[in-house]
């Protein structure tokens, strides 16, 4: 779930479901990336440490992270997957063993097009996809991507995956109703709420 057309410090108020902005490859980049100023902060600190020993100590501890964290993605993943397709969904591989599933949508009469709008608009995103053999054009499609990378980065978990699959599922079941779309959308903000971006 990605976060990447909100505007400003809307950012922090959509739950993102879309594992192509944040794969967790990725997130790793991401992480490494911060190392320069890892290593600012500990000189400024006073650490009496060379920037190589910093650096490979920063290292050490991320390379002790990551796998945890791949791990959780895949749960979080696998546990999404299997709430959605208890609510009626129909995924395109039968489930998933990684960090994305595709689901159709256009088995609940709802085309990938209408769902990603309505699921935007109740501040969750994903992206309209083709599903195999599908009847609708590429600019329509019939199926969305769901992916768990971002909210695993935000710190959530297996009970979280089943709340945001109600969510979902509340959403498009009636994805032209801005109404319905905004009360879905009060509870996505109280849930990334509890999950901020940046902790104080």
Not at 67 to 80: D, E, G, H, M, S
């Amino acid at each position: 779930m990605t976060a990447a057309r909100s505007r400003g410090g809307a950012l922090s108020r959509f739950l993102a479901v879309d594992g192509f902005f944040m794969s967790a490859g990725l997130a790793f980049f991401f992480l490494v990336s911060l190392i320069p100023i890892l290593l600012l902060g500990v000189s400024l600190v006073g650490f009496v440490l060379s920037g190589e020993d910093a650096a490979r100590q920063v290292v050490a501890q991320l390379a002790q992270q990551f796998p945890v964290y791949q791990k959780q993605i895949v749960a979080n993943a696998v546990r999404l997957a299997g709430a959605l397709t208890s609510k009626g969904f129909r995924l395109v591989s039968g489930g998933t063993d990684n960090h994305l599933m595709l689901v159709d949508v256009f088995s609940k009469g709802i085309t990938g097009k209408l769902a990603e709008s309505a699921l935007h608009d109740a501040g969750i995103t994903v992206n309209k996809n083709a599903i195999p053999f599908d009847q609708n054009p590429p600019l329509v499609a019939s199926g969305v991507r769901i992916g768990t990378p971002a909210v695993t980065t935000r710190g959530m978990k297996e009970p979280e995956m089943e709340i945001i699959a109600d969510l979902i599922t509340r959403a498009l079941k009636t994805p032209e109703d801005s109404r319905a779309l905004s009360m879905v959308r009060a509870e996505v903000e109280a849930l990334c709420q509890k999950f901020p971006l940046y902790p104080a």
